[in-house]
């Protein structure tokens, strides 16, 4: 049996951190770091939690993998998250010069596209992986709430 | 004698956490947040000893101020900062809320500005406070360097 570990897999782990923030009653986005085939970081949203505008899942799996790393910069590094960043966290992934970042769903409204920006040059992008299920945690979230 | 804390009171205190990171021989950007007249954050750059690149001066005061204040909105908070914010920090400043943002020198190359981008609509801001000496520091920071 071979295991293949293409950009749906992580993203369906990534997903599965959205489910953590879900059942928190965070907004349900979640993330994953691998580098060279390993996971070096898992986080969700907990900006509820930590009463903390800045603890979105990227902002903190940004931190938590040039911790693991022992450097800044997160070369040969790439981010599953569920949904497209905000400015706050495009702006955080600038400077951490990633190689690839993995996008779920789009963010119409918040989303750094939106505001007219790009991530780092250096950076590879990939966009609509589980697109609909990533869209899907946040619709059914924000009804739920309604 | 009648104190005046007015903004160049509390950007100078800024400008000597500046100082600290300089010592410190990381880019010389502080920060101060201040709430009814009284300090509730104090930072500077961090990110070569943190080994992090969201460890701007801004970001930690926004994580702190919300954690001294037990909200995550900054509502009746004026952040001091002498240089002007970078996208990630501008979009930080954005989700805080925050009632007012002051800045010493403005970052041509950087800054929020310069990238197309505005704080939230509720954040007055006011720029150029101390502006030649939060500019120096920076200035004598890189000549030092090169």
Redesign the interface.
Known sequence: MTMVFDDEYYMRLALAEAEKAYELGEIPVGCVVVAQDRIIAKTHNL??QL?????HAE?QA??SS??HI????LKNCTMYITLEP???????L???QISKVVIGAPDEKRGYTS???QLHPKTEIVSGVLQEECRMILQDFFKKRR
Do not use: F, Q
Request: charged share 10%; with cysteine; hydrophobic share 45%.
């Open positions: 900006t509820e009463i903390d505008v800045t603890a902002v940004i931190s040039a911790n022992g450097g800044k910069y905000c400015v706050m966290c495009a702006g955080a600038y400077w951490s505001a007219g920006l």
